[in-house]
């Protein structure tokens, strides 16, 4: 979980904004948690936008509106049904904790071609390489600019990028460095996670276009 510190806060057209100390990975679409700012703006809540600049109101389309003549970085915003609030200095946290479950126990066994008793040493080490994979594929495409849902793949492409780079972090147990584990006195094939084919499926690094 990441916690990031409210600077400031302001309410206008039943949409709160909230200022942070530093920047976040918060995307829009996200869950967080506001706590510590008052009664008004505390609770949990989808973000709706980052606005970079200052939020002055929604126009007749419902469209929001921002002062670019103002920058304010690193703002988060989100509906809230309330009276408006100028904007001043505040205190709090905002809570961030994706988890990301594109990929199942069951999926990457059957990607594998095995079946792994529970419990066993095995399943549980199943059941981290799944957690670390998603959170990983998930925090990957949100560095290369993808919004996406936190419980729905975006796509059969994606969904076989996770599910290989599940399965070699499982494949990987025991073993040191770059090489898989073995007992083999023919040595051992290098071992690669994140695959070519891997970031072809997962589309990332996402080339940045001005």
Do not use: H
């Amino acid at each position: 979980m990441a916690t990031y510190t409210v600077t400031n806060k302001y309410l206008i057209d039943n949409f709160a904004v909230l200022q942070l100390l530093t920047p976040s990975e918060i995307a829009v679409g996200s869950s967080i948690t506001v706590a510590g700012v008052d009664a008004t703006f505390n609770g949990t809540y989808t973000v709706r936008a980052l606005p970079q600049y200052l939020f002055i109101g929604i126009d007749t389309e419902g469209d929001l509106l921002y002062d670019y003549q103002v920058p304010i970085a690193d703002q988060v915003l989100y509906a809230k049904t309330a009276s408006d609030v100028e904007r001043v200095a505040a205190s709090g946290t905002v809570a961030y904790d994706p988890v990301c479950t594109w990929v199942t126990a069951a999926q990457v066994m059957s990607y594998l071609g095995i079946t792994i008793a529970n419990p066993s040493d095995d399943y549980t080490l199943l059941t981290q390489s799944v957690s670390a994979g998603n959170q990983f594929c998930y925090r990957r495409r949100q560095e290369s600019s993808y919004i996406d849902s936190l419980t729905t793949s975006p796509g059969g492409d994606v969904t076989l990028g996770t599910l290989m780079y599940c399965a070699a972090l499982w494949r990987s147990r025991g073993s040191i460095e770059a090489t898989y584990a073995t007992f083999d006195g023919m040595g051992s094939a290098p071992q690669q996670s994140l695959t070519p084919i891997v970031k072809q499926l997962l589309g990332i690094p996402r080339p940045a276009v001005a």
